[in-house]
């Protein structure tokens, strides 16, 4: 299995322009989520889906969407990129049982620099 | 005030010493208190967990839950250099639609 994987591992994008970042699990996971990391500011949670077609927004999501038209892939969409978008971004998964929240898998993350 | 706490660091100790990693929070409702550990350039991966307050060893790993403190730890005995990586402490509630709510993660680096 490969588990979660991202795609692409790093982009430079320039001010104004869109993007779409890929987030892909095997492990026929109900839930998947959005994060991202900042020096200093931790995981914070951009987006999530309890299941193929159902989004829901976390902890930061303006200037994001996304998108789950299958249930093995949740996209992360940015429409128009701004410097302060610049960050790592991992996508997680999990099995929908209750209390097991911590039961997360994470991606190997998504360097985005934004100019 | 933040839901969740942790020293910010960075942490340097020698190879052979004991670590203490600490988080404290204030949510009363979290039940699971985990431990990832995220290696440079990598992805967080799960350590440890702890269902409400006690403590769990797995190895040199030790992690401690005080729910009346609302105070967790991770204790690393014999330390070493592969355990240099960056420590985020994460917790959540029991729902089937609970989220992590994670710290801000310390970077250890153990000394050769």
């Known amino acids: 299995n490969a588990g979660v994987t991202q795609t692409p591992k790093f982009r430079v994008l320039k001010t104004g322009q869109s993007m779409t970042l890929l987030c892909a699990q095997d492990?026929?996971?109900?839930?998947m989520y959005w994060y991202r990391q900042d020096p200093g500011m931790g995981l914070r949670l951009i987006h999530y889906?309890?299941?193929?077609?159902?989004?829901a927004k976390g902890e930061v999501p303006d200037g994001y969407n996304v998108s789950r038209l299958k249930k093995q892939n949740f996209l992360l969409g940015l429409e128009s990129a701004a410097p302060s978008q610049t960050s790592v971004y991992f996508c997680?998964?999990?099995?929908?049982?209750?209390?097991?929240?911590?039961?997360?898998?994470f991606g190997p993350g998504t360097r985005l620099t934004v100019t | 005030q933040k839901e969740v706490e942790q020293d910010p660091g960075p942490l340097s100790v020698p190879e052979g010493a004991i670590v203490s990693l600490n988080c404290t929070y204030s949510?009363?409702?979290?039940?699971?208190f985990m431990w990832y550990r995220q290696y440079s350039r990598k992805g967080p991966e799960l350590l440890m967990y702890?269902?409400?307050?006690g403590n769990k060893e797995d190895g040199r790993f030790t992690a401690q839950v005080d729910k009346s403190s609302k105070y967790i730890s991770l204790f690393i005995r014999d330390s070493q250099p592969s355990d240099s990586a960056t420590y985020l402490c994460?917790?959540?509630?029991?729902?089937?639609?609970?989220?992590?709510?994670f710290g801000k993660g310390i970077t250890l680096s153990v000394r050769p």
């Open positions: 949510n009363s409702a979290f039940q699971y």
């Open positions: 492990m026929n996971h109900e839930y």
């Open positions: 994460a917790m959540s509630g029991t729902g089937a639609n609970s989220k992590l709510t």
């Open positions: 702890t269902y409400s307050s």
């Open positions: 997680a998964s999990r099995a929908p049982r209750a209390g097991l929240a911590y039961e997360q898998y």
């Open positions: 889906s309890v299941g193929e077609g159902t989004t």
